[in-house]
């Protein structure tokens, strides 16, 4: 099982355009929300989480997935289930994904010595030891980083692409959503 952590203050594009894709192309994915099922994001969207952090499966990991905000990528740091899930995906060698401000979780731990990441501008020194890359998004390894919100889709398409092992798969869920950015356009 893939588990979606949600943390109070997370960003939510970075936490709910990822899930809407993992669903859309039939890989399992879990939301956990930390300190209860109600999780209220940065922006004050409240979102149900799935699951709460005491009912996370440690035999059956697969994939960690850590959305950025503020405070949630402070809460999510500070959570022992969150930490565990890592340790064992890095372990395993499973997913471990992070965007914004969440990489700086996993350069805090040294996971990010000698790996390519990216992150949201201001968080480089936090990614310990990475080639810190100024790209949306960074696959290293079982490792994925992107910079921040905008950046949620290529994230999505990208933990998609890890997952089922084909650009491809990702590539068409991307087309089939219309996504294709041309920068706003007056008319």
């Known amino acids: 099982m893939i588990y979606l952590f949600l943390a109070e203050g997370f960003e939510e594009i970075e936490a709910l355009a990822p899930l809407d894709m993992l669903r859309r192309a039939s ?3 879990s939301t956990v929300g930390v300190g209860g099922k109600m999780v209220k994001g940065a922006h004050n969207v409240c979102v149900m989480a799935d699951t709460e952090e005491e009912n996370v499966d440690f035999e059956n990991i697969s994939g960690v997935i850590l959305p950025g905000g503020m405070p949630g990528t402070k809460n999510l740091e500070a959570c022992e289930t969150v930490q565990k ?3 064992i995906c890095i372990n395993n060698q499973d997913l471990v994904a ?4 969440a990489p700086s979780i996993l350069g805090h731990k040294g996971l990010l ?3 390519k990441a990216t992150c949201f501008p201001g968080f480089e020194k936090d990614c310990t030891g990475a080639n810190v890359l100024s790209q949306s998004v960074v696959t290293d390894g079982n490792i994925i980083t992107a910079r921040g919100a905008g950046c949620a889709l290529s994230f999505g398409g990208a933990i998609v692409a890890y997952l089922k092992q084909d650009t491809d798969v990702a590539n068409q869920l991307l087309q089939d959503m219309q996504w294709n950015y041309e920068g706003h356009k007056r008319v």
């Open 27 to 29: 890989i399992p994915v």
């Open 85 to 87: 899930a890592i340790d």
């Open 113 to 115: 010595a000698g790996k």
């Open 98 to 101: 992070a965007i914004c401000a």
